[in-house]
């Protein structure tokens, strides 16, 4: 593993310091998580050890800075105008779930200042609290990496098994959801796993749209910087024809599928 597991500190990241979120960076004028216009708060720590992770410097739960809630509560009401009827606040990572218990009432504030919420989650945790912040998210944005249990836990060090849980919940609910697959050629691009992927969602009613997300290159400098062995450095970008195959296998089972 690139970067030990710290989730002895989970619970901990989770509840102390219950004002404020530990997160990464902010960024503005948003356009790819969640509709329209956003304000996307990437929060710092997680737990899975993605080989293809884009921002490796948010994995440490001891990283980033602290922000109080009023604070980006104010940072957001700042932008409302720029949300328009479609935008608003998307919490991404890292992982959100791991600080779920902050997540709660700062979405509550939005929805009280009539500004939308997304989280950007790999469904890391189920439990009360998750339930609840789910119950206070509009949009659920919910990347499942593999369908495939083995496959899962080789690309991201843990199981699929909580993930797809968060999923079911969400689907029972009758909330809205964006499913989102990274396509990382020799390891999600296998032809079978596609279908089973595909139906095993094919019937959720709350799925709104899927997002294919072809893997890249951009991240690696990070890897580089932070000393990381990068296992997927030799790996290109999934060919034309990859993702047209994996946007028709995913038009059988989805109306609506955006390669992004």
């Not at 997300?213 to 690696?220: L, S």
Request: hydrophobic residues 35%; proline residues 3%.
């Amino acid at each position: 593993m690139y970067f030990p597991e710290q989730s002895n500190h989970d619970e901990a990241l989770n509840i102390n310091n219950i004002e404020s979120l530990r997160i990464h960076s902010l960024e503005t004028f948003g356009t790819h998580d969640g509709p329209g216009i956003r304000m996307v708060v990437f929060v710092q720590g997680c737990q899975f050890r993605c080989l293809y992770c884009q921002n490796p410097d948010t994995l440490d739960i001891h990283g980033g800075k602290f922000i109080t809630i009023q604070e980006l509560i104010e940072k957001a009401e700042n932008q409302k105008l720029f949300f328009g009827t479609t935008g608003g606040v998307t919490v991404s990572g890292g992982e959100p779930l791991l600080q779920r218990a902050k997540l709660i009432p700062f979405f509550d504030k939005l929805h009280k200042k009539g500004i939308h919420t997304c989280l950007d989650t790999n469904g890391r945790v189920l439990d009360d609290q998750t339930k609840e912040l789910l119950d206070k998210t509009d949009i659920l944005l919910l990347d499942v990496k593999h369908i495939n249990n083995d496959w899962h836990k080789k690309l991201t060090g843990l199981k699929n098994k909580t993930t797809l849980k968060v999923a079911q919940y969400r689907e029972e609910t009758g909330n809205p959801m964006w499913l989102r697959y990274v396509l990382v050629p020799g390891w999600t691009d296998q032809e079978a796993y596609l279908h089973e992927w595909g139906q095993y969602f094919t019937n959720f009613k709350t799925v709104e749209k899927v997002e294919i997300i072809p893997f890249h290159q951009m991240g690696k400098h990070k890897w580089d910087l932070l000393n990381f062995e990068y296992a997927l450095a030799d790996v290109a970008s999934p060919s034309e024809e990859t993702i047209a195959k994996a946007e028709t296998i995913f038009n059988q089972y989805f109306k609506n599928v955006l390669v992004r």
